[in-house]
Every structure is written in structure tokens, then in C-alpha cells.
Nanobody, 111 residues
Framework: QVQLVESGGGLVQAGGSLRLSCAAS????????MAWYRQAPGKQRELVAA???????NYADFVKGRFTISRDNAKNTVDLQMNSLKPEDTAVYYC?????WGQGTQVTVSS
């Protein structure tokens, strides 16, 4: 049974930082490309960042230079370090392994 469990969301002021973490089980984690998506109210879910099994990364333009995705294959975790947060980053953030979704974690950035 595949499980992706996100944690680390919360309320932060604009300019602040948060670190999200996703713990995966039930998959051969080291072989999977992992990604973070987000969905704001009334908007479609969108890709934030992804990291391949080899550690190659790609980012949406709206987070480049502010967010960093990383993975720990020994712990089966993928993290998203979010710096210089903006109110428009407010959304539910989801972990994804190309086939499964976590339950999401709320990030709220106040102005």
C-alpha cells in the first residue's frame, strides 16, 4: 500500500520560510521521480518542483530562486525548502510520485 504523508505546513508571514517534508512508503522510493504540487482555492493544481531518481531538479518559474527540492533515499523522504514566501504561495501543497498523491499540507502566507 502506497502512502505519501506530507508535513511542515503552517502559517507564516510574507518573507518567511517553511520546510515541507513528504515521507513515502510502499514504493521503491529511490527509483521514483518525486514532485511537489500545489493548489490554491479556485485554481488548478500546478507543479512546483520535481526531482528525479538521480537528483536532477526542475522548478516552476514562479518559485525559482526561492524554493529548493531535495530527497533522502535512505529515509524515503522528499523535502521542499520554501524561502521568501509570498501571499500568492498560499495553497495546499501535495507530494506526488507520478502515480499517487498525499493528503496535502496547508501553507498560508500572510501579508
Amino acid at each position: 500500500q502506497v502512502q505519501l504523508v506530507e508535513s511542515g505546513g503552517g502559517l507564516v508571514q510574507a518573507g518567511g520560510s517553511l520546510r515541507l517534508s513528504c515521507a513515502a512508503s510502499g514504493i521503491i522510493f529511490r527509483l521514483n521521480t518525486m514532485a511537489w504540487y500545489r493548489q490554491a482555492p479556485g485554481k488548478q493544481r500546478e507543479l512546483v518542483a520535481a526531482i528525479t531518481s538521480y537528483g536532477s531538479t526542475n522548478y516552476a518559474d514562479f518559485v525559482k530562486g526561492r524554493f529548493t527540492i531535495s530527497r533522502d533515499n535512505a529515509k524515503n523522504t522528499v523535502d521542499l525548502q520554501m524561502n521568501s514566501l509570498k501571499p500568492e504561495d498560499t495553497a495546499v501543497y501535495y507530494c506526488n510520485d507520478r502515480a499517487h498523491w498525499g493528503q496535502g499540507t496547508q501553507v498560508t502566507v500572510s501579508s
